[in-house]
């Protein structure tokens, strides 16, 4: 059986031989061209996370198991009476990168279609948000130009705020593997820390974090001083003399300042990427999870853009994404400013959606991005949550918060896999939801390629898809007809047919070809990259190659660079934090977590920092520290690591309090936000420490 890693955006193909309902040997499956049999360690202990083990096996009501069909009309009748007392702005959902396509289809077609309301986010939000404004802002689409081909492609490789090596590992692999076969090939990591990633490096800069953006508003201005920009592109291009006058600020000298680089370093990086035409610039969470996430975006791709090395073989801005499914979230519109099918929240697509929806209503304005949704739910405006396979009370900044408002929620709904979460402990109904291996659906990885996950276990307990759970609640408000799926295939086939309706080619995401698909058809799906159509049959590896873009006049943008305001130290909390992750774990490690050669790489939670900055707060490697931020306190493990510059710490993102009552890192940090994406600034939040 093939089928799809639940992990990260890399998106490996899987072979799996079950071995009975809770163990199966799993390989890398080595027609998949996302890994061609490659598999990090996560995904190679895949068959070890089937056990039956904490499951949630049935719904509860308060508490006390009931039967699915009393559950599901609790929670019908629930949203009914909050909705009728208060509105369809009083009810949210919260989903993931976790959900397939076809839950999340599901979940945006109830909301924006048949509650009314835009109240629908996700825990992509604090992933790759920032990406999407980039893209649309600059190509009018959020479309990742690139794929993953273009590894083998490039002459420059340069990695922004990724450690690649532990966070997209098979990914970090390919390059592994281009770079010793093309030793030729150069590689720049810009990364505040030394981390892994920076093994195959031949330039790291450690910058000053926050300030990725200038230094790829210098390259802007370098490129133009430098020779460096592609002339037969401007024809392509709008809004350039804004963004070159905005850039002529910043020249070597304030960049390099701005940046606490050596001039050296940064001529260096401007000049291996003016003089190689095959750039590949690779981004993750330092780029996004800032509060100028979209800015830093507009940067990168701005610089591509001048130069031309864009829709290339080995040219563009690659964002990675984090989860296995953020992308196919963006494509049903699971974030609460856009609607489905990479459709806006104006007049025409609004009525255009309701048309092929025939929907009784349809939102008209954007909802609550995840922020402000949990702040609309602690100020009692929203009621209602129903939180599908995620872990805010964990993940979310200011994670305290967070619980303190599902605590006051009068509705809280949550479909999960497992019976005891950091936020089922708020659930007034829980719904057992199938996990990897029981449900059946596709997903979307980084390089906008559809696979298949396919079920090879049996569902255990009452555990139902999360789409059937939604097309249940659906009917239960009176919404039969539009949610009368028997099949997951037929969700697929409308969500496809919805991306062709009244496309004509203006909209980026388009995979009608895929449309008539049989349910065997739609079962036995290889691996293709989107769009799928008329044009591109077989799917298409590269967008943009004849550069046209999905602005109305065809023309790609550059955005004008505006520095923002960054998290700062103060006397109190002199210290800047940094989160990200470990090698072995995935989120909030409740299913690594569960797997004990999971463990062994990294088995508690740990603050690192610089060996001379450990010297001067008398932290001997080994003991316990104090971290301290304004919104809380944790306790952890204190390393050394002399690839962290001084003054700055670094906290693995992992532990939920299943695992350490006093260890979430997320407790630390403040909710603030990129004003574009809404996107959460996690990477940095200014602290104190002291031995514990
Ligand atoms: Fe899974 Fe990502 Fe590892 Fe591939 S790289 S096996 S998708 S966790």
Not at 96 to 108: C, F, I, K, R
Not at 433 to 444: P, Q
Not at 476 to 496: K, N, S, Y
Not at 545 to 555: E, L, Q, V, Y
Request: with cysteine.
């Amino acid at each position: 059986m093939k089928t799809t890693c639940p992990y990260c955006g890399v998106g490996c193909g899987v072979s799996v031989t079950p071995q009975g309902d809770e163990q199966a040997q799993v390989a890398g499956d080595l027609q998949h061209p996302a890994n061609f049999g490659r598999l990090c360690v996560k995904g190679a202990a895949l068959g070890e996370t089937l056990k039956k083990d904490g499951r949630l096996l049935y719904p509860q009501v308060n508490q006390q198991r009931v039967s699915m069909d009393a559950a599901l009309e609790a929670t019908a009748n629930g949203l009914r009476e909050i909705i009728e007392q208060h509105g369809p702005q009083a009810v949210a959902f919260y989903g993931s990168g976790q959900l397939l396509t076809e839950d999340y289809y599901v979940a945006n077609k109830l909301m924006k279609g048949f509650i009314g309301a835009a109240n629908i986010d996700t825990n992509s939000r604090l992933c790759m948000a920032s990406a999407v404004v980039g893209y649309k802002r600059a190509f009018g689409a959020d479309a990742v130009p690139c794929c993953y081909e273009d590894f083998e492609r490039a002459d420059v490789v340069i990695l922004v705020g990724s450690n690649a090596a532990w966070a997209h590992p098979v990914a970090y692999q390919r390059l592994v593997k281009a770079k010793q076969q093309r030793p030729e090939m150069q590689v720049i990591v810009i990364d505040p820390r030394r981390t892994a990633t920076c093994d195959l490096a031949d330039l790291h800069l450690a910058l000053r974090p926050g300030s990725d953006s200038v230094l790829f508003a210098g390259l802007l201005n370098w490129l133009v001083e430098n020779n460096g920009v592609d002339t037969r592109m401007l024809a392509h291009l709008a809004d350039v003399e804004p963004a070159l006058l905005a850039a002529r600020e910043w020249d070597l000298a304030r960049v390099a300042a701005h940046c606490d680089l050596e001039p050296e370093q940064v001529t260096a990086f401007w000049q291996l990427f003016t003089s190689s035409q095959r750039v590949l610039t690779l981004w993750c969470m330092g780029v996004n999870q800032s509060v100028s996430g979209s800015d830093n975006n507009n940067a990168i791709i701005n610089a591509h853009l001048l130069s031309g090395k864009v829709g290339l073989p080995g040219s563009g801005p690659f964002s990675l994404t984090g989860q296995p499914n953020a992308m196919g979230g963006r494509e049903v519109g699971g974030l609460a400013n856009q609607l489905a099918a990479h459709m806006n929240f104006n007049d025409a697509d609004c009525d255009r959606l309701q048309r092929f929806w025939q929907s009784p209503t349809i939102a008209r304005q954007p909802g609550l991005t995840a922020v402000k949704l949990f702040d609309a739910i602690e100020r009692g405006d929203v009621k209602a949550v129903w939180i599908m396979g995620t872990n805010p009370a964990v993940s979310m900044p200011e994670g305290n918060r967070i619980a303190q408002a599902l605590a006051k929620c009068p509705l809280v709904i949550v479909s999960d896999v497992l019976a005891q979460t950091d936020t089922s402990a708020f659930a007034d109904i829980l719904l057992p939801a199938l996990g990897w291996g029981e449900k059946n659906g596709t997903v979307t990885n980084s390089e906008r390629r559809i696979s298949r996950q396919r079920a090879f276990a049996a569902a255990p307990g009452d555990a139902k898809p999360d789409w059937w759970l939604l097309a249940q609640v659906a009917q239960r408000l009176g919404f039969a007809a539009a949610f009368g799926w028997t099949h997951p295939a037929q969700i697929f086939r409308e969500h496809a047919a919805l991306s062709g309706f009244e496309n004509h080619g203006q909209r980026a995401f388009d995979i009608s070809g895929l449309a008539q698909l049989s349910d065997d058809g739609w079962d036995k799906l290889r691996p293709i990259q989107w769009p799928v159509n008329a044009q591109h049959p077989d799917g298409c590896a590269r967008l943009f190659s004849d550069r046209r873009f999905f602005h109305p006049d065809g023309k790609a943008r550059l955005l004008p660079f505006a520095e923002t305001k960054t998290v700062t130290v103060n006397r109190d909390y002199p210290l800047l934090m940094n989160t990200g992750r470990v090698r072995d774990q995935w989120h909030t490690m409740t299913r690594t977590g569960a797997v004990p050669r999971l463990m062994q790489h990294c088995d508690e939670p740990f603050v690192a920092l610089h060996p001379q900055d450990a010297i001067a707060y008398g932290l001997p490697a080994g003991t316990l520290a104090r971290v301290q931020s304004v919104h809380g306190w944790i306790t952890a493990r204190v390393t050394h690591d002399s690839g962290l510059r001084r003054g700055e710490l670094f906290v693995p993102m992992h532990w939920n309090r299943q695992f350490s009552q006093q260890s979430n890192v997320d407790m630390l940090v403040a909710a603030l936000c990129c004003p574009a994406s809404g996107q959460p600034a996690l990477k940095q939040t200014a602290v104190r420490i002291q031995p514990l």
